[in-house]
């Protein structure tokens, strides 16, 4: 007859070893997870950059580009000025530009050929939000209608987006432009007011 001290011992190494392995698997998804979550997270802060596009006479451009493989959505691209006015800027639409990652700096290459290059287009979704798809590009705009203070100086420039875990849940972040395009969308704006300004002039000529 099986000594049941030895049947007990038993199913307890059985059940621990059950739980342990259990333990272990769970840390390894867990730490799968989280890396691969600051890996995209990394790539997103680095490929989404809001960068400077060349202004016109009605407004100053910021363009977002998802140089990533994912999809995300583009919650607000705001201007924050020295007296602390947050400007959330006007979507104007896709920009017809495809990103390619793998080239030096990131460079965003100019769509030529829309049969050769597939691109999705980026498009405003529920809330003025704006999901850019991967590879794609939208441009956002401080337009006329919005500047209140001919005086304003820029102090940061963000993006806030949202992105998918790997679970499939939303992850808020933002991203702050560098100072460098910051200041780039100062010139912009100064160029824009003197502009408007002298077009005020001519038509009181």
Known sequence: MRDPIMTWLSILQSILGTVTSFIIWS???YLFYVLRNRSLE???KRLIQPE???????????????GTDVRVTVR??????????????????????VIRPSRPNDIIARRRNSVVTR?????QIERRFV???AQTAGMWALTADQVDDSDWQFVDCL???DYPTLLNTRKL???????????????????YIVGREAREDTRHV
């Open 52 to 66: 400077r596009s060349d202004p016109d006479e009605d407004r100053v451009h910021v363009v977002c580009a998802n």
């Open 131 to 133: 999901e850019l798809p």
């Open 42 to 44: 990394h790539r997103l």
């Open 27 to 29: 840390l390894l998804v």
């Open 173 to 191: 972040m933002v991203v702050t432009a560098k100072s460098e395009i910051v200041d780039d969308l100062n010139a912009d704006f100064r160029a």
């Open 76 to 97: 607000d691209v705001r201007l924050i000025t020295r007296n602390d006015t947050h400007l959330s800027l006007t979507y104007l639409g896709d920009t017809g530009d």
């Open 159 to 161: 993006l806030v987006i």
């Open 119 to 123: 691109h999705e287009k980026a498009g």
